[in-house]
């Protein structure tokens, strides 16, 4: 019941974001051009580029550690100043397009406020005080909404983003160290710091990997396609991770505390993972289906007319994303098991096939580019597959029950989008109102579906609504 509680507080949280968020894409939208968006998708590449060492991943450090002695927690602080005081330094350094500089020198200040964030927010994760996550989630996502908002209708431009992410940084952690305030301290020590560093390399060269490969795919597309084509791009990547970020992360985030758990205390991960890819694939399947036969309209309606060309690049990223949703909870499994060297091996082909094949559909536009992820998502299942199955102890025929029952579902759920937009050629200009007909028509079906099974989604919800244990 406590993992269940934890996944309906950060489910909370996630959907309350998501709606911010969308808020905040339509508002951006509205008032930049792509021109603009290039700008700063720009900005974030490089930065991202040049922030790989944040992919240390000490939080997870924290979370996972079976002995969190006073001296470790010194060291990984410590670590974290470093490398968060040393990347802000960087960015303030960056040469090059003045207004690519203007958006880099306003990030340089989110990681150093991640420095007082750090231990406190890693610590509520560790103790599973996901109610208190969410609150913080919540309250930053509101101020980031609210600054989008002013800024963009005070003109504000391609700055508007990033003054969104000072009040998002600054409130998240704030609110963290009142809430965790007994886990705040700023003692410095590098007693422990060949373990840290140890558990930071591997997480570094796995994250990092494939955050090198997205950001100079980014950077790439822009220099061969144009600033303009990259903000087009850029809102098809930012529509489609809105909803990989609110619901597949979420569980993530809860699941790699109770993968951990089970790891340490010698259980078997797979009637869990089992269980997570049931629920996972049940419910990202029909929304990334949805999102791929509907993009056309949803892109034309929500966006406006300049941004239709970002239809047929969400359609296709949200292929890619159903591709990669088959192998649900990669990371978590990898790190909860103590298995990130193989991850790492993994992550530099994975990133090295995705990097060259985006990079080579990008000279023949951003259709071509978003064809290669998904090009990319099948070369990662192919790779990751084997390896899932052992750490879990499961075989390939476990998961395809599951498998089928959620195509089944998401056949009920696309099915009456997907008849509008064959009768409609597939048009973008297909009325607002009978949209939104379809997609209701697919929740419905979608539910009679998922009680007609007898899916999980319908038992777990019926013990958390009864008070019984699962």
């Not at 470790?72 to 303030?92: D, E, H, P, S, Y």
């Not at 998240?172 to 160290?177: F, H, L, P, Q, Y």
């Not at 950077?219 to 619901?247: D, F, H, M, P």
């Amino acid at each position: 019941m406590a993992l269940k509680r934890s996944i309906s507080w950060m489910g909370l949280c996630q959907a309350l974001s998501f709606l911010l968020q969308f808020a905040g894409s339509v508002v951006l939208a509205r008032h930049l051009t792509p021109q603009e968006m290039g700008i700063y998708a720009v900005a974030v590449a490089t930065v991202g580029l040049l922030s790989l060492a944040q992919q240390f991943g000490l939080q997870n450090f924290v979370v996972r550690q079976e002995n969190l002695t006073p001296t470790t927690l010194r060291t990984a602080f410590t670590i974290n100043l470093v490398i968060n005081g040393g990347l802000a330094l960087l960015i303030a350094d960056l040469l090059g397009d003045e207004r690519v500089r203007h958006v880099t020198l306003a990030l340089a200040l989110n990681p150093l406020i991640a420095i007082f964030e750090f231990l406190p927010s890693a610590q509520l994760e560790r103790e599973g005080r996901f109610k208190a996550l969410a609150v913080i989630g919540i309250a930053a996502g509101v101020m980031s909404a609210a600054v989008t908002v002013i800024g963009a209708i005070a003109g504000a431009s391609y700055m508007t983003a990033a003054y969104a992410g000072w009040a998002s940084v600054i409130t998240g952690a704030t609110i963290t160290n009142i809430i965790g305030r007994r886990h705040v301290q700023f003692r410095l020590g590098l007693a422990e710091w060949r373990g840290v560093a140890h558990f930071g390399l591997q997480m570094l060269f796995t994250s990092g990997l494939h955050s090198i490969g997205s950001r100079l795919s980014d950077v790439c597309l822009g220099k061969i396609q144009g600033l303009a084509a990259l903000g087009v791009y850029n809102r098809a990547t930012n529509l489609n991770n809105l909803l990989w970020s609110n619901i597949h992360m979420v569980v993530g985030r809860v699941m790699f505390v109770d993968f951990a758990q089970l790891h340490r205390s010698g259980e078997s991960l797979r009637e869990r993972y089992i269980a997570t890819v049931d629920v996972i694939t049940a419910l990202l399947w029909p929304a990334f289906a949805g999102f791929a036969v509907l993009a056309g309209p949803l892109i034309l309606a929500v966006y406006g007319e300049r941004w239709v060309g970002a239809a047929q690049p969400l359609a296709i990223l949200s292929l890619a994303s159903m591709v990669l949703v088959a192998i649900t909870m990669t990371w978590e499994v990898f790190t909860a098991t103590g298995n990130l060297t193989t991850q790492t091996k993994i992550e530099f082909y994975v990133a090295i096939f995705g990097t060259a094949a985006f990079i080579f559909g990008s000279v023949f536009g951003i259709t071509a580019a978003a064809a290669a992820r998904v090009l990319s998502a099948v070369f990662a299942v192919l790779i990751y597959w084997p390896h899932l199955n052992r750490m879990t102890g499961t075989k390939t025929a476990d998961f395809l029950p599951v498998y089928a029952r959620s195509a089944a579902l998401t056949a009920l759920a696309a099915g009456p989008a997907f008849v509008l937009m064959c009768s409609r050629g597939f048009s973008p200009r297909v009325p607002l109102g009978i949209t939104l007909l379809s997609i209701i028509a697919g929740l419905l079906l979608w539910i009679t579906g998922v009680v007609l099974f007898r899916h999980r989604l319908v038992i777990e919800a019926r013990k958390v609504l009864g008070g019984r244990a699962p």
